[in-house]
């Protein structure tokens, strides 16, 4: 009896130390998500815990993607979070390092084909790889070509610039210097990765329509005539600029973009950029669950389900531009009412339910920060643009797939641009 007793007691010992523990080893979630977002998701947390006592959470708010991805491949195991809010794009990498688990079937069995069917197809399939879903598909960002219509009303333009040369003809009439209006918007001021999306798009446009952009898309020639472009539009010509994508009447920008320059210039447009294959035009955040020793695993992903179910995420998406990869979300009367106020967003909505997630190449990541980092040399540095082009060039041969080799640069369509593109030399070729 006093045996069964001493047990009785160790266990109910054990026990509470457990909870304890439990108590002591919070739920820590790491992002990087714009700051009406992050106020909200702060707000969603509290709630969280005010339902659930015996859940703590953290939540830490990084500067910028780059940092959050940097921190989960070097930080040390005993400091990583339960959770993180990341780039579709690092998921493999993230995988191969063993930093991020998958979507544990167990625990949401029977939500997943409820969440898949609530999910837009392209950023479900984003998440999923190896025959697994890695991670949960949150909110997206892609682009698309804007413009001032009431700008275009009185230059005559009817419709958006649909090729190289349309872009051209209408920046250099919609161009005043001495007001600092300038036609076309490059927006040489965000990180080399965002500016990597805008260069694969224009790459895009050096080629036919039917053009997709693979690994062999990656060349000399192609990124010679695309750089050569951007430069001589901010530098040759002085028809673009790349500080205040306000006074631009044409840009290439995300609904966050979009909603900047809408506060001063209400008639803005949305159109697609020209061409079926809009190559990297989404950028997808997703909640993973990060591969640690956790006591609390569990709660881990339950708190994870929460973030994704229509009430939370309704209330993240009324207060962000971001869309939400939930269609119930962005069909619902409340986010139709958000809508009203910004009808291009439309615009983007189809995009992402249409659009490719990211171009097929391997190492993307190291791609798209090897290419941008080059671009915003030429274009802010003035540096020459040959120079800068094989470095790139260069880069991209040293973290590309090893048996593909982009060829080198050869300097043949320097100056290319000098002269007014004809309508009927789309390309420059």
């Known amino acids: 009896m006093v045996k069964r007793l001493r047990f009785l007691i160790l266990f109910f010992i054990v026990v509470l130390l457990c909870q304890r523990a439990a108590l002591a080893n919070p739920i820590v979630f790491w992002h990087a998500l714009p700051d009406s977002q992050a106020s909200v998701i702060d707000e969603l947390a509290a709630q969280y815990m005010e339902k659930n006592p015996s859940i703590t959470i953290e939540i830490k708010k990084f500067a910028n993607m780059e940092e959050l991805h940097s921190a989960l491949l070097t930080s040390d195991p005993a400091v990583l979070p339960d959770i993180a809010a990341i780039d579709s794009s690092w998921q493999e990498e993230l995988k191969d390092a063993s930093k991020i688990v998958p979507v544990e079937d167990s625990l949401l069995k029977s939500v997943k084909v409820a969440l898949k069917m609530d999910t837009y197809p392209p950023l479900w399939k984003a998440a999923c790889f190896d025959d697994a879903l890695w991670t949960m598909p949150y909110f997206a960002y892609n682009y698309a070509l804007v413009y001032d219509a009431d700008a275009f009303a009185e230059e005559g333009l009817k419709t958006p610039p649909s090729d190289w040369s349309q872009l051209y003809e209408y920046s250099k009439k919609l161009t005043d210097s001495e007001k600092g209006i300038y036609g076309f918007f490059i927006p040489a001021e965000k990180s080399a990765k965002d500016f990597a999306y805008f260069y694969m798009m224009f790459l895009c446009q050096a080629e036919d329509p039917e053009y997709t952009l693979q690994k062999e898309g990656i060349d000399g020639k192609n990124a010679e005539l695309s750089l050569f472009y951007l430069y001589d539009l901010l530098h040759t010509h002085k028809i673009a600029q790349a500080e205040d994508v306000t006074k631009s009447p044409i840009f290439i920008g995300s609904p966050e973009d979009f909603i900047q320059a809408s506060a001063t210039r ?42 994704t179910e229509f ?41 992402m339910g249409k659009g490719s997630v990211k171009p097929s190449m391997d190492n993307y990541e190291s791609v798209l920060k090897a290419l941008g980092s080059s671009l915003l040399d030429g274009l802010n540095n003035k540096k020459p643009i040959k120079s800068a082009v094989l470095e790139s060039m260069e880069t991209v ?25 004809s309508k009927s030399d789309k390309t420059g070729k």
Do not use: C, H
């Open 397 to 421: 041969n040293s973290v590309v797939n090893p048996e593909v080799e982009p060829s080198q640069p050869t300097g043949e369509n320097l100056n290319v641009y000098d002269k007014e593109p």
């Open 266 to 307: 209400p008639n803005l447009k949305v159109a697609r950029w020209s061409g079926k294959n809009s190559v990297g035009n989404i950028v997808l955040t997703t909640l993973a669950m990060v591969n640690k020793t956790s006591l609390d695993r569990e709660n881990s992903w339950f708190f994870i389900y929460y973030l």
């Open 311 to 351: 009430p939370q995420l309704q209330k993240l998406a009324l207060a962000s531009p971001a869309l939400p990869a939930n269609k119930q979300v962005t069909l619902s009367p409340n986010y139709f009412q958000f809508l009203e106020k910004y009808p291009g967003i439309r615009t983007f909505l189809t995009l």
